[in-house]
RNA sequence: GCGGACGUGGUGGAACCGGUAGACACACGGGACUUAAAAUCCCGAGGCUUAACCGCCGUGAGGGUUCGAGUCCCUCCGUCCGCACCA
């Protein structure tokens, strides 16, 4: 009989219908059993999916619908990250409003994910720039800052004076815009602020709690909270050297150990002593003039020379008054760190030594590394900043670093400058305050009222939300908010006069940062359904890519922990994501050609032709047929062109075929290539399933044979336990995420399958009873097949189910339960080693005892070969692994 | 510069806790079916040597621990990623 291929872009169609009809992937009640909150971070409208997309939400939902089965009351939600720049350009370029190109996008995409059959509770979709989210996030900010975990202060950002508008650090190149390409200048601002510093230590302590995330992740955000354990130093000013009113300055060390290698200090350019000293010295301001404007591009920093200006201010040494240090004012030194003020010690500084060396400052070693020779030991161009014994430093010579740290730090606490201890203990961070003001429409008001008289005050909560006005203009660059006729006009709710709205609205990290929380019940009056929280939080799973390890990932961390503090969570929950995984990308080899100057014009996969392999290969533009270059294999990218548009690749293979890809050969945390040959044999496995399952069906649906054979054909016992392991293996490697471990096994168990058909094909001529008995274990296995990549190709699998009889949605039924008898053999294969290196092989009875193993192996020509004569010294036995025979 | 990860056939990768390296897939070669092709099915394959068996070599390089190392330790090389004047 001729079997009809799968025709999957139809039958997928149908199954999604179907699976919608029966609202079957809508989460249930909290009452109903454990749960299971599977997410993935939700995507940015940006108007299409890409194959990044497909593989992340891929992963989430092969886990959803596996959970699902194994009886979990499983939450898979899915949203929008709505606001944001692009929409903002979008609406300046096209004339729409970024509203009407955002939800037009959105729509799209919806059509697109819905296409590709995930199972997902749409009843819960939450877009961030729906005033029915904004209002509530507006909430949490008035009851954040009611906590004092919000507040305003004046602070430096990067102005683009062109588009009149703030640049965060990565949209500056090279100290340029990256839209306007105007020079980026550094503005004192008054920015909204959270107060992220106040949790620094919860932050960092509670990454060890969170084992099921990626050590990497966690590394990362430790470094970036950048914990380090010092002390504050007073340091007297000379008399007469020093600006009227200044009398002490003070420095942030982590090396008082090194005090007495000190050389000079340093400041940074905005710090106050140093503005105060440019106020009588017209050089001294013009120097720390052009270390501001130097703050802003990064490749300048990088490369930068250590420059300084003495200020001519000395500072009295903390131990030993008549000893006396210059003050300078130094380019390298950060107003944001510390307290914007240095001791340098040379010798065990880089920087403060290149800094020495080019103004001629003393060099004083104070650190001798282990097994150095103090006699000869001198400091050329590297500064030595390890640990040591003490040397050159009075009364802690001969000590080791670290009790030199604590002989100091007791002698600077007791020791008092102006009433007050010269030094004490101090632990810093170099997380600071996350910054979420932006001037921009596209994004949440910030809900505050500026009045002349009452100050700043916050919309009363009646008058949320504060919607954003639809009327706004895009055709010049800038604010929309700020030069709106109308919007920003208020009346004081507090005295009832004319006041101004502020108009700065928040960056959109704040959006994302409680998502997953409103996810719980995003239909609730409240913010925060505290119920609904408190069953489904944390996310038992969490998706996404490696790019949000510091930002995003951080920021939740912080705004759960803040809004759980202002009384929202009702749970004594810190953490929101129990689980973490970081997706690899999905990569594509790029192909170009050079135009007249050189320069890469880069061609779509579609246009070219490859011919030959391995390093021989040659690629060529098929319409012209003009030479072309192969260049590398990286993220998909639509400057590069080595995208593939997911909806065509579902139009001609189907959704299941791009979900079994993404799946397949990649461990999914490392970049997966997309290529051709992969697509297409995806596409030749799902047609072999189906092919599989008509076939045995027609082999095992016909009525039940009168007589059956004494002993089944080998093939049968063979078949039962291939299925049982398989079921095994890939539910533990669903479990943990190994999806290409269990894409492989899958493979197996259809090779193992498909083997068997053929031979019951062949016994159904030569050996009927044989046929007869491979039925059963035949159509066993081909259920147990069909509800294994059930997870992963969803469509296909209620299919086969369908065409093995069943009327019942596959996606209903429970995870099956492998037989664990099966799971053992009775017989096992012994590796046979002598002298650590194999020989042979040993078949056995599982349950042999290691004597008997011993004498097997003996017996061995093989191995009797390999002795060549010796007498056996000794024989390791492992059960049921591995023989060594040592002689 | 600092921190981290990784390095396995022609390719992507597998190998539980130190126990048969190369599962599975791609690409390749051979065969069956076909007038032919596609599709499908079967078979082969790490390298060297061999007619074949045998044998030798083999997880970036070198050394070490061990009966036994892809896996653990040390040194080096290479690739990738993150952070970067953080005092």
Redesign the pocket.
């Known amino acids: 009989m001729a079997i009809e291929r799968y025709n999957a872009p139809a039958r997928e169609k149908h199954w999604q219908a179907e699976w919608e009809k029966g609202d079957i992937f809508r989460a249930g009640d909290p009452a109903q059993g454990p749960k299971c909150y599977v997410l993935e971070m939700f995507p940015y409208p940006s108007g299409r999916i890409h194959m990044g997309h497909v593989r992340n939400y891929t992963m989430g939902d092969v886990f959803a619908r596996y959970k699902r089965a194994k009886g979990f009351n499983v939450l898979h939600p899915m949203g929008w990250d709505a606001f944001g720049m692009p929409a903002e350009n979008a609406a300046m370029e096209r004339k729409t409003h970024p509203g009407t190109w955002t939800y037009a996008n959105i729509e799209a995409m919806k059509a697109q994910l819905k296409s590709l059959g995930f199972a997902l509770d749409w009843d819960r979709e939450i877009a961030t720039c729906s005033p029915d989210y904004y209002r509530h996030q507006q909430q949490l900010f008035l009851d954040l800052l009611k906590k004092g975990l919000a507040y305003r202060r004046s602070a430096k950002v990067n102005w683009d004076p062109v588009d009149m508008t703030v640049l965060a650090n990565e949209q500056v190149i090279d100290g340029r815009g990256w839209r306007s390409g105007a020079l980026v200048e550094q503005r004192e601002l008054t920015q909204w602020f959270f107060k992220i510093t106040q949790y620094s230590q919860e932050l960092l302590d509670a990454l060890s709690t969170l084992d099921k995330w990626p050590?990497?992740v966690r590394?990362?955000q430790a470094?970036?909270i950048?914990r380090?354990e010092?002390m504050l130093v007073r340091w007297a000013l000379e008399n007469g050297t020093a600006p009227a009113g200044h009398e002490v300055v003070q420095v942030?060390?982590?090396?008082p150990d090194t005090l007495f290698g000190a050389s000079f200090l340093a400041l940074?350019a905005d710090h106050p002593l140093a503005k105060a000293a440019a106020e009588n010295n017209s050089e001294l301001a013009a120097f720390c003039e052009e270390c501001r404007r130097?703050g802003t591009s990064v490749a300048d920093?990088?490369t930068?020379e250590?420059k300084g200006f003495d200020t001519g201010i000395r500072a009295v040494h903390p131990l030993d008054a008549a000893w006396t240090l210059p003050i300078y004012v130094a380019?390298?030194?950060?107003?944001?760190?510390?307290?914007?003020a240095?001791?340098?010690c040379p010798s065990g500084?880089?920087?403060d030594l290149d800094f020495a060396r080019k103004y001629d400052l003393p060099v004083v070693p104070v650190i001798l590394p282990p097994g150095a020779d103090a006699a000869t030991f001198e400091i050329g161009t590297e500064a030595y900043d390890g640990d040591g014994t003490m040397m050159n430093s009075r009364f802690l010579d001969g000590l080791d670093t670290k009790t030199a740290f604590e002989e100091v730090a007791k002698r600077l606490e007791a020791a008092k400058l102006s009433g007050k201890a010269v030094g004490e203990r101090k632990v810093?961070f170099?997380l600071r305050d996350w910054g979420i003001s932006r001037q921009r429409y596209w994004g949440c008001p910030i809900p505050i009222i500026h009045c002349e008289f009452c100050g700043v005050v916050p919309v009363p909560a009646k008058d949320l939300p504060v919607r954003l006005p639809d009327d706004a203009s895009f055709d010049k660059p800038g604010n929309p908010l700020e030069r709106h006729p109308t919007w920003k006009h208020v009346d004081c709710p507090t005295c009832g006069k004319p006041a101004r709205r502020e108009t700065d609205t928040m960056d959109t990290f704040v959006d994302s940062s409680w998502y997953y929380a409103r996810f719980t019940n995003p239909h609730s009056e409240t913010p925060i359904d505290k119920q609904a929280l408190a069953y489904w939080l944390p996310v038992d799973q969490y998706i996404g890519g490696?790019?949000h390890?510091?930002l995003h990932l951080l920021y939740s961390r912080f705004f759960f922990r803040a809004i759980s503090d202002a009384g929202h969570s009702g749970k004594n929950l810190r953490e929101p994501f129990a689980a973490l995984f970081t997706q690899g990308m999905v990569t594509h080899e790029t192909y170009f050609q050079r135009d007249a100057e050189g320069k890469p014009i880069w061609l779509e996969p579609d246009m070219v032709r490859i011919d030959g392999?391995?390093a021989a290969r040659t690629a060529h533009v098929i319409d012209t047929g003009e030479p072309a270059q192969i260049g590398d294999i990286i993220k998909m990218s639509k400057s590069k062109k080595n995208i593939v548009d997911p909806d065509q690749i579902i139009q001609h293979y189907g959704a299941d075929c791009a979900r079994w890809f993404m799946l397949?050969?990649?461990?999914p945390e490392?970049?997966?290539?997309w290529?051709d040959?992969?697509i297409?044999?995806a596409g030749?496995?799902l047609?072999?399933v189906w092919?599989v399952v008509d076939v045995v069906q027609d082999l095992t649906g016909g009525p039940k044979p009168d007589r059956m054979a004494e002993s089944p054909p080998p093939e049968a016992a063979e078949l039962r336990k291939a299925a049982h392991r398989a079921l095994s293996a890939v539910g533990q490697n669903i479990e943990t995420l190994?999806f290409?471990?269990a894409?492989?096994q899958l493979?197996?168990l259809a090779?193992v399958l498909?083997?068997a058909v053929?031979k019951s094909s062949e016994y159904a001529i030569s050996a009927p009873l044989d046929h007869y008995a491979l039925r059963e274990p035949l159509r066993e296995a081909t259920e147990l097949l069909v509800q294994m990549i059930a997870p992963m190709m969803p469509h296909l699998a209620e299919e086969c189910w369908a065409r093995l009889g069943y009327n019942t949605l596959l996606a209903n039924q429970p995870w099956p339960a492998a037989d664990p008898a099966l799971l053992v053999d009775d017989e096992v294969?012994?590796?046979v080693?002598v002298?650590?290196?194999?020989?042979d092989?040993l078949k056995i009875v599982r349950t042999a005892s290691n004597a008997d193993v011993e004498a097997a192996a003996l017996k061995l020509e093989?191995v009797i070969?390999?002795l060549d004569g010796r007498k056996p010294k000794?024989v390791?036995v492992?059960p049921q692994?591995?023989v060594?025979v040592?002689g």
């Open positions: 050590e990497k590394l990362m470094n970036w950048g380090s010092g942030y060390t982590t090396r940074a130097m920093l990088e930068a250590k380019n390298f030194v950060l107003m944001d760190y510390g307290t914007g240095i001791f340098a500084d880089q920087r810093n170099r490696i790019e390890a510091i392999e391995g397949s050969d990649s461990p490392r970049d997966v290539q290529t040959e992969g297409a044999a030749r496995f047609q072999r092919r190994r290409n471990v894409v492989a493979y197996d090779n498909g083997g053929n294969t012994v590796a080693q002298n650590g290196k194999r020989r092989e093989s070969r390999a000794k390791i492992v692994r591995i060594n040592v």
